[in-house]
Structures are given as structure tokens and as C-alpha cells.
């Protein structure tokens, strides 16, 4: 399985500001993605990020308030625009396996006060 | 759409004691099947996975089967330790590379 890093780990923002979150993975992938999981919550999609393409966003998650980059096989970004307290979470980034399993992040825990 | 639907917690058991999560899922077609961890302060740990019916999968002293007819992944473990404390994740997965989790289990195991 692929070895997930996330930056930066922890993070505490001021309401109105922007974070930008990296996930670098040590192998090529084609698929990765970006979750949110608030707390003591599950896991929610935000979108799937593919080389070469626009990310593809779930319902009720935006390109404005969610940039993606996926710039190459290894490396994404995922910021979380004009924060407000309700993007408090825990958002983790994953890459796909063959079987369709998922492999995750340690996750980076953004608080926003 | 598809959905998976686990047995609420919190499930508190002491050292040693066997463990059962419950775990069913709605979809279409044969999606494979994932049991995920996260331990306190960490991301989500793949623990096991079965992508057929019948199939096993197994890890760490933990094994679930993965149940057609009865549309079911059921996680168990026959003795479990105070390092086994942590949640549970069920999850589904198929051709459109995307996950459906269920809810998560959060289990604590007392010395």
C-alpha cells in the first residue's frame, strides 16, 4: 500500500481566512481524493481528484470553497476558502487500490475560531 | 443510492471478551467490502477487505465475511485487547472508485 503524508497536521485559523492542506503520496496514483469528517462523525467525500482534469465535486461541496490542484501522480492540494467555525474537522486525503479499496492520510485536524 | 448501515455505539467490553459489529449494506451490483480503523488522533487504517461473495478477509486476530445473501459484513474478533479500542469503520466500494461508510463504531476495551 501506498505511504500518505498530509501537511500540515494541525492547524488553527482565524473565520475569513483560507488554508491549503498537501497530500504527497511515495507512488504514482491515478485516483485521489479528499474527505471531511467532522467531529465524531463519519466520512464525507468532497471530491475526486484526477491528473490532468478538474476535480469532481460531491453534492452540496464547491470549486470556490474547495480548490483542488492535482499537478502530478503523486501530489494534490485541497484549501478550504473563507473559513468559518462549521469547516472545523478533520479532512484526510486517500489514493485508490486495486480492488477498490482506499488507503488514508493521517489527516490534517483544522480548527477555525 | 448505496448505503451501509453498522451497529451503533459505543460498545464497551473487557480484555479477552469476543466481539461482533454488525454491518449491512444496500447496492447495486457486488460491491467489494472494507473494514477501516482509526485509532485516537490518527487517520483510517484499511484492517480487512473481502471483493467477493464468501470471501474472508482477515487481519490482526479480526475477520469478516462477506455474506450475499444476507447482505452482510459482520466484523468479529474472539479476544479482544486493550490496543484494539478505536473506531470502526464499514464500508462498501465499486466501479465508480468511490467509498460509502457507515457511521463507526467506537469501541472500548477495559484491562
Known amino acids: 500500500s501506498a505511504v500518505i503524508s498530509q501537511k500540515p497536521s494541525r492547524d488553527i485559523c482565524q473565520r475569513g481566512t483560507s488554508l491549503t492542506i498537501q497530500c504527497q503520496v511515495d507512488s504514482q496514483v491515478t485516483m485521489m481524493f479528499w474527505y471531511r469528517q467532522q467531529p465524531g462523525q463519519s466520512l464525507t467525500l468532497i471530491a475526486t481528484?484526477?491528473?490532468?482534469?478538474?476535480?469532481?465535486?460531491e453534492s452540496g461541496f464547491v470549486i470556490d470553497k474547495f480548490p483542488i490542484s492535482r499537478p502530478n501522480l503523486t501530489f494534490s492540494t485541497l484549501t478550504v476558502s473563507n473559513m468559518s467555525p462549521e469547516d472545523s474537522s478533520i479532512y484526510l486525503c486517500?489514493?485508490?487500490?486495486?480492488?477498490?479499496?482506499?488507503?488514508f492520510g493521517p489527516g490534517t485536524r483544522l480548527t477555525v475560531t | 443510492g448505496d448505503s451501509v448501515t453498522q451497529m451503533e455505539g459505543p460498545v464497551t467490553l473487557s480484555e479477552e471478551a469476543f466481539l461482533t459489529i454488525n454491518c449491512t449494506y444496500t447496492?447495486?451490483?457486488?460491491?467489494?467490502l472494507f473494514w477501516y480503523v482509526q485509532y485516537p488522533g490518527e487517520g483510517l487504517q484499511l484492517l480487512l477487505k473481502a471483493t467477493k461473495a464468501d470471501d474472508k478477509g482477515s487481519n490482526k486476530g479480526f475477520e469478516a465475511t462477506y455474506r450475499k445473501e444476507t447482505t452482510s459484513f459482520h466484523l468479529e474478533k474472539g479476544s479482544v485487547q486493550v490496543s484494539d479500542s478505536a473506531v470502526y469503520f464499514c464500508a462498501s466500494g465499486g466501479s465508480n472508485y468511490k467509498l460509502t461508510f457507515g457511521k463507526g463504531t467506537l469501541l472500548t476495551v477495559n484491562p
Open positions: 481528484a484526477n491528473q490532468g482534469s478538474e476535480a469532481t465535486y
Open positions: 486517500s489514493v485508490g487500490g486495486v480492488s477498490y479499496e482506499q488507503y
Open positions: 447496492a447495486t451490483g457486488y460491491p467489494s
